[in-house]
């Protein structure tokens, strides 16, 4: 059910309130438990009338009055409350021996892999968890040490390894897909050592310095399942059957034998998808988002939302999710990957090429805001061809590279100057450590892209007061926040066409666009696997 609570109000009321909105007595709530909360930051006229939406789960007492019981009832039939559901489990009961009796390599180690390797290994299979990068350990050294020399290692980055590209994100955790998986998902997230409000905030976030402690202990609970890990090791080409079955992967480790393959390597492995694709693999071009990130100081944002001088001991740092439809023969935009407290880091594995995203830790320390501002893109905009997409991203990645010097330097314009078009003479402080030139982006990107960048920009300032100032700052570019390749898959056994047991999954093949969707996406394909129905 469904309960409001002002700021100021102690959590100490929601009993009391879940009672009253129910009609029964408080002594008759055995059990609480808030499932989901989100704070309701929308201003009502003038005024900042800042409230927090609780959904909660109550176990009550048997019936002692004929009263409540009719208020019980009443409550069910309004909708008030409603029965929940069995719990969903990443067990099943109905796996066949024969299902178990296999070896399933699962390609990629993000989070659309390990929860496919979560899920087989508790149903009994066997599993070896593939990547091309390194442990989170020697993947932290490799990017200390990009930052400090800028000299790019394209196996070790932000982008391959341990975790997947979320790992240096910040381990946002919502998304716009329900399914009954994202509870057992949570629940192995918190006992790894997330933080447990991850179970019920809407804007869950584990943030990158907790993610660096939680995978090293997934992966151990996933070794204590007999799941063997193979780091630096990447995916070459596939041995195939006359039916067209998988029967071994090449690596460039050496040859692996399998039973099947859960392929979930990721949105930015377009080497290894080409290869598969030389292979007889499908792919297909999809649309993608591509943009800039936008950063102002926190202030700003928290100001915006919340009013002058809010409680954020209470509130935490204020977050935004913003859309400007479609008009005038604009695209629409929308924010993305809204990181509060964080940073923007140069997201890349490929030399000469250069794009950004936002990361930040589980206090949101940083005294600055970021998010992605993007357009989405298709065969209009990029051209017809499987990797059309994949080259128009590319082209621009090179020319932002190109445009800061070549050295991972970030383009950089005011967003005030972006607007009205004009060079900004000088920049304000900005989280990238990298390094940024001023730099007028507003003219490194398609004319199309820039004109709606402008109009969306121009309706979020009505919306956030401050979003178009001179305290905010554009770079860029944004194009890896969704992927411009989809690997077609059947919608019943979940694997490719002509690859009876190669099941795509996550982010790389078309299927997600976050931690939490790619997790469910890998957990759902391996149930595909062992032969069961949805749970």
């Known amino acids: 059910m469904g309960v409001e609570l002002r700021v100021e109000e102690s959590d100490d009321v929601l009993r009391a309130r879940c009672a009253r909105r129910v009609g029964i007595a408080p002594e008759r709530i055995l059990h609480l438990r808030v499932a989901h909360r989100a704070l309701d930051a929308r201003r009502r006229g003038r005024r900042h009338d800042l409230r927090f939406v609780h959904h909660v789960d109550l176990t009550l007492a048997p019936d002692e009055s004929a009263a409540e019981g009719d208020g ?55 599993v070896d968890v593939f990547d091309r990068g390194p442990s989170l350990r020697e993947r932290g050294r490799a990017v200390a040490r990009f930052i400090r020399t800028r000299e790019l290692d394209s196996e070790r980055n932000l982008l391959f390894g341990e975790g997947g590209a979320g790992t240096y994100s910040d381990g946002k955790l919502y998304t716009r897909t329900r399914h009954a998986l994202e509870e057992p998902i949570l629940e192995t997230l918190v006992e790894a050592g997330a933080d447990p409000s991850i179970a019920f905030d809407a804007r869950s976030h584990v943030g990158t310095d907790r993610l660096h402690r939680v995978l090293p202990k997934l992966r151990e609970r996933l070794e204590s399942m007999g799941v063997a890990f193979h780091f630096e090791t990447r995916l070459e080409g596939l041995s195939r059957a006359m039916d067209g079955r998988v029967t071994a992967i090449e690596t460039s480790a050496g040859r692996f034998d399998c039973d099947g393959v859960v392929l979930a390597v990721g949105h930015s492995a377009r080497d290894t998808l080409r290869a598969l694709h030389g292979e007889g693999l499908p792919l297909e071009a999809k649309p993608f988002q591509l943009g800039l990130r936008v950063e102002h ?239």
Request: aromatic share 8%; glycine share 14%; hydrophobic share 40%.
């Open 72 to 126: 019980v009832a009443r409550a069910l039939r309004t909708g008030i409350l409603r029965e929940l559901p069995a719990p969903v489990r990443f067990e099943r009961d109905d796996v066949t021996s024969g299902a178990r009796d296999r070896r399933v390599a699962v390609v990629g180690a993000g989070p659309g892999g390990l929860y496919a390797a979560w899920t087989l290994a508790v149903n009994g299979v066997a």
């Open 297 to 535: 100081p926190q202030a700003v944002v928290d100001a915006g939302r919340f009013g002058p001088e809010p409680d954020l001991a209470k509130l935490g740092h204020a977050y935004y999710s913003l859309v400007a439809k479609s008009a005038a023969g604009r695209a629409a935009v929308h924010s993305f990957c809204m990181c509060p407290g964080g940073q923007i880091v140069a997201a890349v594995a490929q030399p000469g090429l250069l794009c950004t995203n936002g990361m930040s830790n589980s206090r949101h320390s940083s005294p600055f805001a970021n998010s992605g501002l993007v357009v989405t893109l298709g065969p209009r905009e990029f051209g017809t061809g499987v990797f059309a997409g994949v080259e128009y991203q590319e082209s621009l990645e090179a020319r932002f590279f190109e445009a800061g010097g070549g050295d991972y330097t970030v383009p950089a314009q005011r967003v005030d100057d972006f607007v009205a078009g004009r060079a900004s003479r000088a920049l304000p402080r900005s989280s990238y450590k990298l390094g940024q030139a001023a730099t007028r982006i507003d003219r490194l990107l398609p004319e199309a892209i820039t004109e709606a960048l402008r109009a969306g920009i121009a309706q979020f300032d009505r919306q956030l007061p401050g979003y178009a100032g001179d305290a905010g700052l554009l770079v860029g570019v944004e194009s890896r926040s969704s992927g411009p390749l989809r690997i077609p898959r059947d919608r019943r056994t979940r694997s490719a066409p002509g690859f009876p047991n190669l099941w795509p999954v996550g982010e790389g093949a078309g299927y997600a666009g976050g931690i939490m969707s790619a997790a469910i996406d890998g957990a759902r394909s391996a149930w595909a696997v062992l032969g069961v129905a949805e749970g």
